[in-house]
């Protein structure tokens, strides 16, 4: 470590001292008289605070219970599993298209023939259905909460599921798939705000790129499967039903998983906070769980003096009051007290939420956002989606035995390689695996241009690999972090822009593939493929920052006076 972050640690170190110390004076400061209470927090104040993505969950201290051991016991292994099953969800139904469209029989939907232009539309309106689900995900979370709205994607899941599976005419097929976009796209903005919301800090990294596991687990599974019905009867029927188990399970375990104590609290909902806290930190004694609600409290009720005018000082001074009240006395008897004012309390303060105006996007929140955005955009046009959708379709026109094999072995790649990402994203850092590895995937592509036009599988099968490989260690999970560069108050906000432009471009592409190689050929579509992967790498080189290691309230500093890609580097290293 450098003589400059080592300065850093120690700055950090005695800043959480200060923290605990503001903490421990808190309620003698929530006496104070009504003036003092009105005045609003200035601009730095409001980022040092709030700007980041995992902001809203902690700020750390020397007593912090986030650095208390994670206890691996049933509960915990229960919220594991059920804040995971949508991220499966999102990559089966993502991947089983492939299948489906290798054994679906213009029979089985009352036609004579199926076009390759309805292909793409049975591939594309998921993505279509993803793309309308992002624009009104981050307003169900905040109104509902983020674990009902994931109890709400899973029982679209289902309702879908059976649709699909049932379906005998091609507008029902294509309506399917639209419904269950929806619910794919409110899952992919939902899942990683939850994720980060109920996730220890010990683990929090861990959870996160589980979710990113579990999504190509979950592509992988589906080609699997496919792969052993391949000789049953309308077996495409049956790779639409099995998604609805998973979803079903999360709704029987639907009781054991905690709402994000976060959420909570912002509802004012203490109580309920509290015994989500304790489920989420079993280690943590009640001194402990108490302080990290009233540090919570504080940092929620920082972000609503400053951006919400309509909310009046007295209404967040009385709802602070009560929040210590409850702190101090946590007898059942006040609790359940306490929980009944609570109600009536969320119910104004959602429909406040509801009908304020959204605050102007401060202009480094706005570079922040398009940096994001543009590192989406060229994720989906890097072309890995139209592989994982249609490659049975382009393996089944070469001399292959089983086109399902060599799609097999590109999920698989996916999969194992998503480790890799696990392992450097945080010591090598974003920027840095992003710049490496997409030459790799521009190699790639090139080698497959030339298997194409040579017809020579083993090449194909074995450049694939390499851009997969590529793909997966660093652009198919980088820019899902991107909201790290959010301040807390746009954070949902801005993960729906993120995930609209991942649905939006995703449908184009899908939408025109099949089409495109038609007219231009494999080995073209490759070219076109790695030249967008050139535009990405360029991008990434002069645009996209580095943020590894940086305090909460320093990712902002990157933005602040246009893009210092090298702010890091400069000030650490």
């Not at 004076?25 to 601009?43: E, G, V």
């Not at 986030?66 to 999102?90: E, S």
């Not at 060229?378 to 070469?398: C, E, H, T």
Request: glycine share 6%; hydrophobic share 45%.
């Amino acid at each position: 470590m450098s003589k400059k972050s080592k300065r850093h640690h120690q700055h950090s170190h005695s800043s959480q001292q200060q923290q605990l110390q503001q903490l421990q004076q808190q309620p003698q400061r929530i006496n104070r008289s009504s003036s003092s209470s009105s005045q609003l927090l200035s601009h730095d104040d409001f980022y040092s605070d709030c700007y980041s993505t995992f902001s809203q969950i902690t700020t750390s201290t020397i007593n912090d219970i986030d650095h208390l051991p994670y206890v691996i016991n049933l509960r915990t292994v229960t919220i594991i599993i059920g804040a995971t099953i949508g991220g499966l969800l999102f990559g089966y139904d993502t991947g089983v298209i492939s299948g489906v469209l290798l054994y679906l029989k213009p029979s089985d939907l009352q036609r004579l023939q199926i076009t390759d232009l309805q292909k793409e539309f049975i591939t594309s309106s998921t993505s279509i259905g993803s793309f309308l689900g992002s624009l009104i995900s981050f307003k169900l979370a905040d109104y509902y909460g983020r674990r009902i709205t994931l109890a709400i994607c899973c029982a679209i899941f289902i309702l879908a599921s059976i649709l699909m599976s049932m379906a005998h005419t091609l507008s029902i097929l294509i309506m399917g798939r639209l419904i269950v976009g929806l619910a794919i796209g409110t899952a992919a903005q939902c899942i990683p705000i939850y994720l980060s919301e109920i996730s220890p800090a010990r683990i929090r990294g861990f959870m996160l790129t589980l979710n990113s596991i579990a999504i190509t687990g979950g592509q992988l599974l589906s080609y699997i499967i496919s792969y052993y019905l391949k000789d049953t009867l309308h077996s495409w029927r049956y790779l639409f039903g099995i998604a609805a188990l998973p979803a079903l399970l999360f709704i029987l375990i639907l009781d054991f998983i905690p709402e994000s104590p976060r959420w909570l609290a912002y509802t004012h909902q203490y109580a309920e906070a509290q015994n989500s806290l304790r489920m989420l930190y079993p280690n943590a004694n009640s001194l402990q769980i108490n302080l990290k609600l009233r540090k919570l409290i504080m940092t929620i009720n920082k972000l609503q003096k400053y951006e919400t005018s309509n909310v009046t000082n007295d209404n967040i001074l009385s709802a602070t009051t009560n929040a210590h009240i409850l702190l101090e006395n946590t007898s059942p008897a006040t609790i359940i007290q306490q929980q009944n004012i609570n109600r009536n309390t969320r119910r104004n303060n959602n429909t406040i939420q509801l009908d304020t105006k959204r605050r102007k996007m401060e202009p480094k929140t706005k570079r922040a956002l398009i940096i994001g955005c543009i590192l989406m955009f060229f994720q989906q046009v890097s072309g890995f989606n139209a592989f994982m959708y249609y490659s049975p379709i382009i393996f089944s026109k070469l001399d292959t035995n089983n086109p399902l094999i060599p799609a097999m072995l590109i999920a698989a790649t996916n999969f194992i390689f998503t480790f890799v990402a696990l392992s450097l994203v945080d010591t090598l850092g974003r920027r840095a695996i992003l710049l490496y590895t997409i030459w790799i995937m521009i190699l790639g592509l090139l080698l497959a241009s030339i298997g194409f036009d040579h017809n020579n599988i083993n090449l194909l099968l074995g450049s694939l690999i390499m851009y997969v490989a590529g793909y997966a260690s660093a652009l198919g999970t980088v820019p899902w972090s991107s909201v790290e560069f959010l301040p807390l108050n746009q954070r949902s906000f801005g993960a729906s822009c993120i995930s609209c432009t991942n649905w939006l471009t995703n449908t184009i592409v899908s939408l025109t593939y099949l089409s495109i190689m038609n007219t231009i050929g494999n080995e073209n579509t490759m070219i076109c493929f790695a030249f967008f992967m050139l535009l990405a790498w360029g991008f990434v080189f002069i645009w996209y920052p580095e943020v590894k290691g940086l305090s909460l309230e320093e990712i902002g500093e990157v933005f602040a006076n246009g893009i210092d890609v090298h702010y890091i580097y400069r000030n650490y290293y």
